[in-house]
């Protein structure tokens, strides 16, 4: 079976061209677009399909400004200025799910129950994939996404999830980049800095 493939200009959109924005248009983003979002990147495969990554959309002022508060100084701006930052976070009792999602191992549940160094493990691997799946999916819709791992992660979880199970893996603010001072693009690994046949 042939499988249809993105054009060109698809790709350039979601990886060649797409860049990390630190500023942002005046745009907003509707509810409609960071939904479609999710439904898209829902479908990404996790591990035992265990969708481990639970996503706060921050949006509202008060909300950006007590994310700001727990980032490095010069994240700050990229917070409070975009339409919103996700808070992709790892759900540590993901496995409660799993009779729903993975009902092809009855036992799947029970085995993280009884593993708890894997269920953390694999909490936090695939809450990174779903991530990644995030960027790719935005992107695709036409948003730009501006990753960021510059904050205090204690202070994120003591803000957003006290006595909570979920934890914050990353950030990731989004909107419609604005191009104004935008710095040239780094360059990236060649195929054979990064990777090898064996």
């Not at 439904?39 to 008060?62: K, Q, Y």
């Not at 999602?101 to 009884?114: H, I, N, Q």
Request: include cysteine; charge should be neutral.
């Amino acid at each position: 079976m042939t499988q249809d493939i993105l054009s060109d200009r698809d790709l350039d959109v979601i990886f060649r061209e797409a860049r990390s924005f630190k500023g942002w248009q005046k745009t907003p983003v509707s509810e409609i677009t960071i939904r479609a979002m999710y439904d898209l990147l829902r479908w990404g495969p996790t591990s035992f399909n265990c969708s481990p990554a639970r996503f706060v959309i921050v949006r509202s002022e008060g909300a950006k400004k007590k994310l700001a508060d727990c980032a490095m100084h010069s994240n700050r701006d990229k917070i409070l200025l975009a339409p919103f930052t996700v808070i992709v976070a790892s759900d540590a009792k993901f496995y409660e799910k799993l009779p729903e999602l993975f009902k092809s191992y009855a036992g799947a549940k029970d085995f993280f129950v009884e593993n708890k160094d894997m269920a953390q493990e694999t909490a936090f691997r695939n809450s990174c994939m779903q991530g990644g799946y995030m960027i790719i999916a935005a992107r695709s819709l036409g948003l730009d996404c501006c990753p960021m791992s510059g904050f205090n992660p204690t202070a994120v979880n003591d803000a957003f999830f006290k006595g909570g199970d979920n934890s914050v893996n990353f950030i990731c603010s989004m909107g419609y980049g604005n191009t104004e001072n935008l710095p040239d693009r780094d360059r990236r690994l060649s195929f054979d800095e990064a990777c090898e046949f064996v």
